[in-house]
């Protein structure tokens, strides 16, 4: 159920493990196998069409042996007879049910929020009518600073869009990023014209059919676009209501094998919540990547597989304005909320020779267990290299590699591609210092 | 001894561990404090001027109390009255002494080597000179391909100058990458007009005061300029001559605090060896972070403090044409000819997502021990993202960290920055199938 990131990594890994299982995929989109991390940068025409986020075509699936159903709504599950009931095709058996459901936007509770101009960023097809819409609207308010909200505060202002960023937050993303990590961001767009409103609520949309204006904490704002970009939640409304266990997060509870309380059903992706490796702390909303792998896991055990599925340590990066900016686990903020111990080293460092085109700032800030002295998070922003390195945080978290290793990293050293000293190591030697 | 990173690496480091200390650096250069690895993107444009390779002034060394004595040559060393005779001061007397007295081009022994036109790379003063030098040439050839000659093959190319690539080898840098990853570079270079000549060799420089051509094993080619692109040789007369043990390289051989066999003489960087991670063998002639990395060890305890250096496992990147490469300590050429077992993984990825300006394409291979399951290599090439890789897998080769980790890592998916599958992670799952 579901033909997101999750659901065609079930797909296709259960084909993988077991070639004979018959698989069906049941979506109530037009489509699968696009990208829609996307849909922000071709609204702000960084790529030039929506057609260029397929990734494969509904033939590749056919081929494939997999089975999808699209535009179908499931209606019910029933654990007890392992059927479904699907719309226009009636009861539907199963032997293994794979929960991929997804996600929904928090809609917020707010007087008018159902009027034309308020978009929830997620499906292509509404995307492709939203940007012929974008070609009318002056002001724009972006709600709340979800990482697609990011993204699209980038995108609207690169159309020409008058762009105001209202969060109750003080800071943007302030859940995932601390605020010294994300200030170039803030300066960026204070700089080229965004309006950022933190620490402010929007009490209503205004508008006869289509919105016209906004009011706020602060006051009122001209709006004919409100982009919402509130949290994910777990879309779980068949899973509970066919008494399948729900975790802390309103995620569905899921084992190390991807397996729900019913030992028939399995769920993956963003509809299911999964344990962090360094608090425990069950997650659930993660990326697309993230989906894909839980949707893997979950597949090769579906099909009589036996892979068990790691704790994760997140490592996270996106574009931010002019910046890369992204992380592993905990900030300093979230590890105070947390109440976890650390001590921090910060680096500023740079991507290439100082003398070379094309290099850029990066800054690292890392945090230690000051016991173990094993890696519980990082942040960074920079103009190059965030990706490669979260990736690389990631792992070293996840193995318990010790700032003190870190500090005494061996690093490339050549002028058109890295610097002398690696940001990381420096940030790690400042750690080490402290600690 | 010696005004190199190492040296400046030792200098600084011993001032940080004892500010007390008297810290005299003797160099028989001009300056200290630039980068000569940015001598090539100068030469071919991509840097306006060698002022920019300067990292400090002069006066900066003098406010840190590190006092440089340039152009000024070391004649010898007595280790047993702790004296060194130093030209125009006479005998001078040391606590400490540290070698970093750096590297030569391993001269070839071929008839006219010593014709003007015959450029071994390496001082940023005579470097000026040639720059104006290669304006009155037309073709040039590259002899040999090491890192700074690869280098120089395109800057000659973005000067306009023809050039021919005479290698003895069966690729370029055979010794370090394997035909496989290094092919596009051929093909790039090849299509961009370089001649490629391997397994051939240059028999002979010709020319009355200035080469006019080169007689080779596969003919005559007209050249104004020869580049010796030959390997590294430690620079050690003056260490071997006072008695301090050289090791199986021709480096000076150091313990893990880089310490010589001399108790009181230190040495680092390009003069020194130091055992591979993986094979334990001695290396020798790494990259400007290993020497200073290996500076600041020496110098923190030749002034009496307690570092111990690691061994290496050699992370390292550059640009090839095109191309980034780069790896980690072994590829299948090089463990093959070490007779180290072994298991690949390939997987050729990208560096963003499919539809996103800029996406590159990247290919990388891991190398495991099939009974450890431990990485012992890696290779790669791409378009972006190579030194950050190389940096992530030299600290997986260092703390053991296996492929089946690496297979099952969690990666960045965001279109601008990172694609859906991390390459790593596709080459470990490859490699993990095999095994």
């Known amino acids: 159920m579901g033909g997101g990131a999750a659901g065609l990594g079930v797909a296709g890994a259960a084909k993988g493990q077991d070639p004979s299982v018959r698989t069906v995929v049941y979506t109530e989109y037009e489509d699968v196998a696009y990208s829609p991390c996307g849909i922000p940068f071709v609204h702000g025409k960084e790529i030039e069409s929506f057609e260029k986020l397929f990734l494969a075509t509904k033939e590749q699936y056919v081929a494939q042996g997999i089975d999808v159903h699209y535009e179908t709504t499931v209606e019910s599950i029933d654990i007890r007879s392992r059927t479904i009931k699907v719309g226009g095709e009636g009861e539907v058996g199963y032997d293994r049910l794979i929960l991929a459901t997804g996600w929904n936007y928090d809609t917020p509770d707010i007087p008018g929020v159902e009027l034309g101009g308020i978009y929830h960023v997620k499906n292509i097809r509404a995307a492709m009518e939203w940007d012929k819409y974008l070609d009318t609207v002056e002001s724009a308010v972006v709600v709340e600073s979800g990482p697609i909200a990011m993204e699209m505060v980038s995108a609207l202002q690169h159309r020409g869009i008058n762009v105001t960023l209202i969060d109750p937050g003080p800071w943007p993303m302030a859940d ?9 961001v803030r300066k960026d767009w204070a700089e080229s014209g965004v309006t950022l409103k933190f620490g402010e609520r929007v009490t209503a949309f205004h508008g006869t059919d289509t919105l016209t204006h ?13 982009v919402i970009g509130s949290h994910k939640v777990a879309n779980t409304a068949l899973a509970g209501a066919a008494g399948i266990k729900l975790g802390s997060t309103g995620g569905i509870a899921v084992d190390p094998h991807m397996r729900t309380s019913d030992p028939n059903v399995f769920a993956a ?10 608090s425990n702390v069950p997650l659930q909303g993660l990326s697309g990547s993230h989906a894909y792998a839980q949707g893997k896991t979950a597949g090769i055990n579906a099909a009589g597989g036996n892979r068990v599925h790691n704790p994760v340590y997140v490592p996270w990066g996106m574009l931010a304005g002019q910046w890369m900016i992204g992380g592993v686990s905990f900030g ?4 105070t909320a947390l109440g976890l111990p650390f ?3 910060v680096a500023d460092g740079i991507t290439r020779a100082r003398y070379y085109p094309g290099v850029k700032p990066i800054k690292v800030k890392l945090l230690a267990d000051p016991k173990t002295r094993r890696l519980i998070g990082a942040q960074m ?3 190059e290299g965030i990706k490669e390195r979260a990736d690389f945080l990631g792992i070293v978290a996840r193995t318990g590699v010790t700032v003190d290793t870190l500090a005494t990293m061996e690093n490339v050293y050549s002028p058109a591609i890295g610097a002398l ?11 080490v210092a402290k600690l």
Request: hydrophobic share 45%; charged share 15%; net charge negative.
């Open 332 to 335: 300093e903020t979230l590890a």
């Open 381 to 383: 922003i920079g103009g």
């Open 421 to 431: 000293n690696e940001p990381i190591a420096m940030a790690a030697q400042a750690l």
């Open 214 to 226: 906004v009011s706020t904490t602060f006051g009122d704002v001209p709006a004919q676009l409100a």
């Open 343 to 345: 001590v921090t080293g």
């Open 176 to 184: 995932v990023i601390d605020p010294d990590i994300v200030e170039p």
């Open 269 to 278: 992706g963003d509809c299911a919540e999964i344990p962090h490796g360094v």
